[in-house]
T-cell receptor
Framework: ETGVTQSPTHLIKTRGQQVTLRCSSQ?????VSWYQQALGQGPQFIFQ???????GRGNFPPRFSGLQFPNYSSELNVNALELDDSALYLC????????????????FGNGTRLTVT | GNSVTQMEGPVTLSEEAFLTINCTYT??????LFWYVQYPGEGLQLLLK?????DKGSNKGFEATYRKETTSFHLEKGSVQVSDSAVYFC??????????FGQGTELSVKP
């Protein structure tokens, strides 16, 4: 069973630039969620993707956007980077239950550490 | 809105000591509750979960009981090891598979 993989592991960008982070979901999972974890804080929900569409969003501005591909992998894009965007970005995959409800994301990747200077 | 509050860290214990990390929550309805662990330089790993009141989740010697009357889900372990040193996060899921996390509690176990 392949777990959740994220790339790159580390990234340094300059304020105002754009960045793309990538995630491959665990096999058998069709839903991907993204979380931002600032230093010393708990993860904050950014958004979730299911069937290639955004399915719920946290309190993040529109410059945070995403994609999900037919193979269930996903990208997180952040435009116009700000210093406060420096964080660990975590991807998690899950599945839809037989009754149509979403199961909690149980499988996280190791994250991408983004530093904005 | 929904929220999770954990006891502040860091918590420093000697090996074989008893561990309790407090977690309380505020939520509408009956959420599922989780403990995740994050080792240095790694992502989150699910440690244990409970989906309804009075359920006890357990794994690797850790336990937590879903207490609806006190809206709590405290994490306990009878005898900690150095390898348990990590950051522990309490979380709830109330809808749509979106987790709400506490701020985390750092545990340091000394030999």
């Amino acid at each position: 069973e392949t777990g959740v993989t994220q790339s790159p592991t580390h990234l340094i960008k300059t304020r105002g630039q754009q960045v793309t982070l990538r995630c491959s979901s665990q096999s058998g999972h069709n839903t991907v969620s993204w979380y931002q974890q600032a230093l010393g804080q708990g993860p904050q929900f950014i958004f979730q993707y299911y069937r290639e569409e955004e399915n719920g969003r946290g309190n993040f501005p529109p410059r945070f956007s995403g994609l999900q591909f037919p193979n269930y992998s996903s990208e997180l894009n952040v435009n116009a980077l700000e210093l406060d965007d420096s964080a660990l970005y975590l991807c998690a995959s899950s599945s839809v239950l037989v009754d149509g409800t979403f199961n909690s994301p149980l499988h996280f990747g190791n994250g991408t550490r983004l530093t904005v200077t | 809105g929904n929220s999770v509050t954990q006891m502040e860290g860091p918590v420093t214990l000697s090996e074989e000591a008893f561990l309790t990390i407090n977690c309380t929550y505020t939520a509408t309805g009956y959420p599922s509750l989780f403990w995740y662990v994050q080792y240095p330089g790694e992502g989150l790993q699910l440690l244990l979960k409970a989906t309804k009141a009075d359920d006890k989740g357990s794994n690797k010697g850790f336990e937590a009981t879903y207490r609806k009357e006190t809206t709590s889900f405290h994490l306990e372990k009878g005898s900690v090891q150095v390898s348990d040193s990590a950051v522990y996060f309490c979380a709830l899921n109330n809808q749509g598979g979106k987790l709400i996390f506490g701020q985390g509690t750092e545990l340091s176990v000394k030999p």
